[in-house]
């Protein structure tokens, strides 16, 4: 399985800009197609999509979310952090089955 | 707008099994698949499988099958996951997930599944 490493914390204050990293075991990019996905959770809530296919905002999402990377390597961009962005981050490949998970980032605030 | 709605917790003895619901809505039922995820503080996220909600095909992460057996009632729009022979691992939570398309793009609420003797 393709294993998803990301930062367990992340520690921001408002205003400023978040970057949570997620890195695959093996490229995740089908030509120019990167089948890395971002979704937010907050405490006692399901996920919700946030970007998919590295850089697409899904829908409802504010424009302060952003994606980026291919290959291995993947950003999350938050800017500027609100506090209603507390919640963990997690990031998900499609590119192999079975689909999986990172560990997830907690973002904080300092 | 797209809802997915789960059926409530489930306390069960080990040995034995579950069967939990996602009634979806906002959406015409058989245009996508339903996948199950597990998440528990330990492993995380784990993506367990997905049913083809029009032809009731069934596609299983290894880890789980064996374990998990998903259905679907088209005239409910309603897909089914019932777990067996459950053990203490088995406790989590489990999310139904619109999709994939490579992505789940609406989740259910979650059913935390509680396995205790």
């Known amino acids: 399985d393709i294993v998803l490493t990301q930062s367990p914390v992340l520690a921001v204050s408002l205003g400023q800009r978040a970057t949570i990293s997620c890195r695959a075991s093996q490229s995740v990019s089908i030509s120019s197609i990167n089948l890395m996905h971002w979704y937010q959770q907050k405490p006692g809530q399901q996920p919700k999509l946030l970007i998919y296919r590295a850089s697409n905002l899904a829908s409802g999402i504010p424009a302060r979310f952003s994606g980026s990377g291919s290959g291995t390597d993947f950003t999350l961009t938050i800017d500027p952090v609100q506090a209603d962005d507390i919640a963990a981050y997690y990031c998900q490949q499609s590119r192999e089955s079975p689909d999986t998970f990172g560990a997830g980032t907690k973002l904080e605030l300092k | 707008q797209v809802q997915l709605q789960q059926s409530g917790a489930e306390l069960a003895k080990p040995g034995s099994s579950v069967k939990i619901s996602c009634k979806a809505s906002?959406?015409?039922?058989?245009?996508?698949?339903i996948s199950w995820i597990k998440q528990t503080t330990g492993q995380g996220l784990e993506y367990i499988g997905y049913?083809?909600?029009?032809?009731?095909?069934?596609n299983y992460n290894e880890k789980f099958k064996g374990k998990a057996t998903l259905t679907v009632d088209k005239s409910s729009s309603t897909a089914f996951m019932q777990l067996s022979s459950l053990t203490p691992d088995d406790s989590a939570v489990y999310y139904c997930?619109?999709?994939?398309?490579?992505?789940?793009?609406?989740w259910g609420q979650g059913v935390m599944v509680t396995v205790s003797s």
């Open positions: 049913i083809n909600t029009g032809s009731g095909g069934t």
């Open positions: 906002g959406y015409t039922f058989t245009s996508y698949y």
């Open positions: 997930a619109r999709g994939p398309l490579d992505y789940f793009d609406y």
